[in-house]
């Protein structure tokens, strides 16, 4: 389960401070995501570390969505482009972001900024069938206690649209 949100400039900076003393530091990453053209959500992506292959399940921006993600060495990142190539995928956005992650009260959270975009806080928590509504509640509170009003889905679904359209011009 993830809920995100906008925050300004200022919001990012008082988070990262905020989280920096109240959570554990899981670290700091600069990501270079490509998504396809495909009739799923699929990605590859390169960080700091490795580089990855994903897609999830679902509609993006849902809340509760499936993921399945394979890992690889952080060099294999332009073989696992040219594959999709192959395949006849095109990359229709690049993403730049920086990231970094906590661990706070049993939540994975991530202050983000992304290049072209903005910036963003998102919480995650780990959640199956029986327990998603009563984990999406609990994130919803943690978030109210941050003084973060949720963003609606709408408004990520009309801002991706608008940098799906125009990221090589914001990047």
Known sequence: MEIRSFISKEKYEELLEFFKKEGEFIG???QETHYFD?????????NNYFSRIWMKKGKIHDECREEIDV???K????KLGEIFKSLGSNVKIKWFRKRHSFRWDGITVTVDYTKGYGYILELEKMADEFTKNSVLEFLKRKMNFLGIEITPKEEFDKKYEFYKNHWQELV
């Not at 495909?38 to 390169?46: L, N």
């Open 28 to 30: 700091e990453d600069e």
């Open 38 to 46: 495909s009739d799923v959500d699929v990605r590859i992506q390169k």
């Open 71 to 73: 890992k690889c060495d």
């Open 75 to 78: 060099s294999d990142f332009d």
